[in-house]
């Protein structure tokens, strides 16, 4: 392999001759040896979205030479339309502030506008990773922008993952809308419900949470680009700050704007951390959710096997025939490290002191983890689970007239405590309700056959 000698400001540094990252991610590559994973792409777009406004908006007002700021633009569209991606070498957590990851693009940039300049890599005379591709820039106010871009995007594709469950889930509440089954509180036989119901109830829930989840998208539109160290735009032209991030709005298609106070964006990770909050308390929800259809379809002779679950591989290396829930288990696992996130999210929101938060690359890997997670398998588990789900109504019937707690309705025709004289000897000799009611000549068969209709039973 052949080097190159680039020089930073600390020195020299030898670089393989094919890079397009310098001397400053050279050095980061080494000491952020942390997780094997490369910086998410979105990331990348992030930034390289940032460096081409920036370009724009200084080259508008006079600051950057034309020339270089055409060059800078073109590098950058380049490497939105997908090459170069694997100069980006520094990995998703990297240096406080994520200082190496911004100069890991700076030079990726600058070297590329030299070679559309007819120039070599290195000359940074003439293309500088810091003077011109990081003008007007810090990495304290570009990685809090890029973060918010970068979680934009992952949250556009989430949300639209959730909307395909939630409308699965209604399919699912009209198909079972008739489908009559014990409810459960405390685990215990209660009051019977509608499979449909309780599918409503999941659409509902999730639906609250995405709407929760927007809210805290739009919270995110508002970005601190123009700040630069600590939010004062130090070293800004005049009108930069509304120009950049006008250009950034529009190449990145999220409507972005300014935010009503640049030490906020710098400081405060409120934003990030309600947004991760958002995701968590969807995951709550999710797991609620998979839990209850886990034991739903337990058995299929020991358990409840009220409903009936689509095979997605066998269910196990030594039992033949066994259908496991697996792509529930799989949404659970999904909505733990999610909720393991969150936390880690909340430690570093609050971890930052003074004018700046510096624990960003940290806080960003974990929300486009969770929302890789829920983007990617929520769509798997919306039509590979929910929508092959079927009601067993034999079980589910079988269950409605065994079960004691229907003595629950006849509270306004024989009283609490004769029926519950009626549950306990139900109980004790197996016999059903109705069976005990019509013995002991509590009421007549059109009064139970009322009260123990499918009208009074849904309460409608």
């Known amino acids: 392999m052949s080097f190159r000698i680039d020089k930073d400001s600390l020195g020299e540094v030898k670089v393989p ?5 310098g001397p400053f991610a050279s050095r980061a590559k080494k000491m952020y040896k ?4 490369s910086a998410h792409v979105n990331l990348v777009r992030a930034f390289v979205m940032i460096k081409r406004s920036a370009a724009l908006a200084n080259k508008e007002l006079g600051a950057l030479d034309a020339g270089k700021a055409d060059a800078i633009v073109k590098a950058c569209d380049e490497i939105l339309k997908g090459k170069l991606l694997d100069q980006f070498v520094v990995e998703a957590i990297n240096s406080g502030a994520g200082t190496a990851f911004n100069m890991n693009t700076n030079e990726v940039i600058a070297n590329r506008a030299l070679e559309i300049m007819g120039k070599k890599k290195g000359q940074y ?7 011109h591709v990081n003008m007007s820039q810090s990495s304290n106010d570009t990685f809090p922008t890029a973060m918010h871009v970068a979680i934009l995007a992952n949250m556009v594709e989430t949300d639209a993952a959730v909307t395909i469950l939630v409308r699965s889930l209604r399919k699912k509440a009209r198909e079972f809308q008739s489908a009559i089954k014990i409810g459960r509180t405390h685990l215990m036989d209660a009051i019977p419900v509608t499979l449909g119901a309780e599918f409503e109830e999941y ?22 680009l123009g700040g630069t160290a600590v939010g004062t735009g130090a070293n800004t032209p005049k009108g930069y700050r509304k120009l950049a991030i006008k250009h950034l709005s529009e190449v990145s298609k999220l409507d972005l ?3 009503p106070n640049m030490f906020y964006s710098l400081q405060s990770k409120h934003d990030v951390a309600n947004c991760s909050s958002a995701l968590r308390n969807l995951a709550i929800e999710l797991t609620k959710m998979a839990n209850d259809l886990r034991l739903m379809a337990s058995g299929p002779t020991a358990g409840f096997a009220e409903v009936l679950i689509p095979a997605v591989h ?31 999210v909340a430690m570093a929101a609050q971890a930052g002191q003074f004018e700046l938060n510096v624990m960003l690359p940290g806080m960003l890997k974990c929300v486009l983890d969770s929302t890789d997670m829920l983007k990617n398998f929520l769509p798997i588990f919306s039509a590979h689970m929910i929508d092959g789900l079927k009601a067993n109504r034999e079980r589910l019937e079988s269950y409605i007239e065994k079960s004691p707690v229907l003595v629950t309705l006849l509270n306004p025709y024989i009283g609490y405590l004769k029926a519950a ?4 000897e139900s109980l004790k000799t197996n016999k059903s309700i109705r069976e005990l009611v019509l013995e002991k000549k509590l009421m007549t068969k059109a009064q139970l056959d009322k009260a123990l209709s499918k009208s009074s039973i849904l309460g409608s």
């Open 203 to 224: 659409a509902y829930s999730i639906e609250r949470a995405q709407k929760r989840m927007r809210e805290a998208m739009d919270e995110l539109r508002e970005v601190g």
């Open 257 to 259: 704007r300014p935010s």
């Open 421 to 424: 004289e009626i549950y306990k």
């Open 125 to 131: 005379d003439i293309v500088s990773p810091n003077d």
């Open 34 to 37: 942390v997780t094997g994973q």
């Open 17 to 21: 001759t094919s890079a397009y990252y």
């Open 314 to 344: 066998a269910g196990s290396s030594i039992m033949p025939g066994k259908v496991n829930p697996s792509l529930a288990e799989c949404l659970n696992m999904v909505c733990f490290n999610v909720i393991g996130n969150d936390v880690s």
